[in-house]
């Protein structure tokens, strides 16, 4: 039987991910009903789900169970989610546009949106630390604590603070990436891990080509990320698109013309191929992730 | 040698929490610096540690390593402080006095107190999850869930919900206690638990003696704490007096006078004796606390 292309592939992983995601997230019937329904409408029905992407992409890669990457893809597809809720609020980045639907708080109220974050991130936990047959303790331990690394204040909030403390400030190359490395790059990182490690655990050599292959896939996303929204209009991204300049903030193309940017994101993405070419066809769907990073529109 | 009284041993504990969670919070010399910076002025150099003591306490009880329930501590701490840094927000209680400083919005602004709140969060679980000899993966995993439980929407957060959308109308008891159980009274269960679950397990006996007076003593922590609101000023309290009643919340001195709202937390408390009274002498600082909080006057 052939193997689905990458779009079919990716279709099924955004399926997969949203049976998955409703099975974890508490049911609107029980209370707080007005919270639960407010955490399902951040979560459910939108995002690329990247993340979880990568996690599977990662778990085949190495030949993890499915079944066992899936409550990885969902603790970090929940952190993200999270922290995309608590971005948007007023005091951050005030925005109200998000997947195309209005953000939680213009949707909900403030006070709801601080809370469905908050305890979104607790359920990201929640879901990665349920005992599971197949997986040593001490692995899992492993990845709880690899997963909050990346999230708190030397991760992804640390990455959100400056990006917030810089605003306005022009930033040299080494400082904007500096800031992505975080407040992307983490994440993104522990997606792929955490994928990696859903085998029971990892070599030293396939953990460090994973770790190289994240990190230049968290760049050239970000640098795409900046491309695009400087290009493309709201409607087609589902978000604002010029916000970032709008407000002041350091982006590639404050440091380089858009073509030289998509020449960056090409040459991030084919050092990724590279740190992943240990691992054979195997890899397959890592790449594929890589060269849609680069080629894609919205 | 006379063991101290509950006195010095509630300051020996304070003391250790100190140093324990200085250990645990990112130097202020570590970017982003402003960030760290905050995180330690909420957490450091203040608090009773309720939570702390409880889990010491429990692990007392049933004969844990103090070294164990150390961590334990610190990770219900940080859950703690984030829930009252994000709670003073704005968009929640909008507070100015917290352990008798500024709050975080004031002191620094309102993005930074998000991320403050968000990363202690992370920086719980991560303190958890750091691999520890003499405690197995599994009952890792365990406590990481129960944690993780006790923070979300179900626990912590859910009852944070649940005080918001009651807000200015009448509660019975009934629905009063269910928000309390949620809003204080999950967290301190799970520092009592995990106090116990440090030994590296629990009988279901124990376990179940632990969790009841846990639910007591929570409840009758909140009851008196009504009680001193109402009856309190500022100053003594270390934040805003008065302004449950103030905001139009249900409290118990909105459903019973300040009289029998005492006699009801000294039958919680007697009520919570009862269910340690199995531990025998190992359990004289679960029984200080319970007392503790009944007398305190602040």
Known sequence: MAMPDFAAWSRAIQARMETALDRVLPAESLAPARLHAAMRYVVLGGGKRVRPM???????????????????????????????????????????????????????????ALLVGDALQSLAFEALATPRAGLDGAVQVEMLGLL??????????????????????????????????????????????????????????????????????????????????????SATLGKTAGKDAAQGKATYLTLMSAGEARDYAADLIADAERAISSFGPASRRLAEIARFILERRY
Chains 1, 2 share one sequence.
């Open 148 to 233: 909050a690394r990346a999230s708190g204040s030397r991760g992804m909030a640390g990455g959100q603070a400056v990006d917030l403390y810089s605003t306005g400030k022009s930033l040299d190359l080494a400082e904007l990436e500096f800031m992505h490395i975080h407040k992307t790059g983490a994440l993104i990182q522990a997606a792929v891990l955490l994928g990696g490690l859903s085998l029971g655990g990892l070599s030293a050599t396939a953990r460090s080509g994973l770790e190289h292959y994240a990190r230049c896939v968290g760049l050239a996303f970000q640098v795409m990320d900046d491309v695009l929204d400087a290009e493309t209009d």
């Open 54 to 112: 990568l996690a599977f992409a990662a778990g085949e890669a190495v030949g993890a169970d499915p079944e066992l990457v899936e409550r990885a893809a969902c603790a970090v597809e929940l952190i993200h989610v999270y922290s995309l809720t608590h971005d948007d609020l007023p005091c951050m980045d005030d925005d109200d546009l998000r997947r195309g639907k209005p953000t939680c708080h213009v949707q909900f109220d403030e006070a709801t």
